[in-house]
Nanobody, 117 residues
Framework: QVQLVESGGGLVQPGGSLKLSCAVSGVSLDSYAIAWFRQAPGKEREGVSFISRGSGGTKYVDSVKGRFTISRDNAKNTVYLQMDTLKPEDTAVYYC??????????WGQGTQVTVSS
């Protein structure tokens, strides 16, 4: 059974950093692309970053380019999201996502990130 478990969220001041982790079990991570999404109160869930399988090519939404870095450690079956220079508008619940070949989407439970002074 595929499971995704996020961790690393918390309260941080503007300009600070957090590193989120997404631990994947039930599949070998190197065969799958992983995406990070976030959902702020009253807003739709939006894609934040994506890392492909294999070469590990990455993509970012414009609002986080230059501040966030996605990476993967296939040996640990874990994907990371390093978030630097955090802004209050980054406040959201962050989720990792894995799309199976069937098209079914697996989600973690989410981790809360709050950026506030």
């Amino acid at each position: 059974q595929v499971q995704l478990v996020e961790s690393g969220g918390g309260l941080v001041q503007p300009g600070g950093s957090l590193k989120l982790s997404c631990a994947v079990s039930g599949v070998s991570l190197d065969s799958y692309a992983i995406a990070w999404f976030r959902q702020a109160p009253g807003k739709e869930r939006e894609g934040v970053s994506f890392i492909s399988r294999g070469s590990g090519g990455t993509k970012y939404v414009d609002s986080v380019k230059g501040r966030f870095t996605i990476s993967r450690d296939n040996a640990k079956n874990t994907v990371y999201l390093q978030m630097d220079t955090l802004k209050p508008e980054d406040t959201a619940v962050y989720y990792c996502n894995l799309e199976a070949p069937s098209g079914y989407n697996y989600w973690g439970q989410g981790t809360q990130v709050t950026v506030s002074s």
